[in-house]
């Protein structure tokens, strides 16, 4: 993505002649499949910000509560999100729904990688869930 952007600022800058498809693909489809399908790593690795509002480490069966709660409520939102995203993205797909520019680009597709991404995270949700209440 960055070298796609760079060229396109190198020919304009140049040869006054941008990279036609840039805007469309990097905004469609390469800027959402950035945010979304890295979802699931960036948690497993620990790498989002958050705020702790309880002590990391809280003693016995309220600490289990509380971190089965954590994991819970953010795969039911995740789940959600994947469910109705989906919904958009196949009314897309059947749909037919195209963005008009130098490519028609099939807007569906831009669209499906949200659920898919989302999807995957509550996968993980669900697995570390389960885990907690079965390992416990």
């Given amino acids: ?48 910000l958050s705020i702790d509002l309880v002590p990391k480490y809280f003693a016995g069966d309220m600490g289990l509560f509380i971190k089965v709660v954590q994991l819970f ?8 999100v994947t469910f109705m995203s989906g919904k958009f993205a196949i009314r897309a797909i059947l749909g037919g729904e195209i963005e008009y520019g130098v ?22 949700l669900v697995h570390d869930f389960l885990k907690k209440v079965v390992m416990t």
Wanted: negative net charge; contains cysteine; glycine residues 6%.
């Fill in 1 to 48: 993505m960055a070298a796609l952007i760079n060229a396109d600022i190198l020919l304009r800058f140049f040869f006054n002649e941008p990279v036609q498809i840039q805007f469309e693909l990097t905004e469609l489809f390469l800027m959402p499949a950035l945010a979304t399908l890295s979802l699931s790593r960036v948690y497993r690795e620990g790498g989002h």
């Fill in 73 to 80: 409520l953010p795969a039911v939102f995740f789940a959600a």
């Fill in 103 to 124: 490519i028609d680009w099939p807007m569906g597709w831009a669209y499906a990688l949200i659920p898919l991404g989302c999807g995957v995270l509550c996968l993980r």
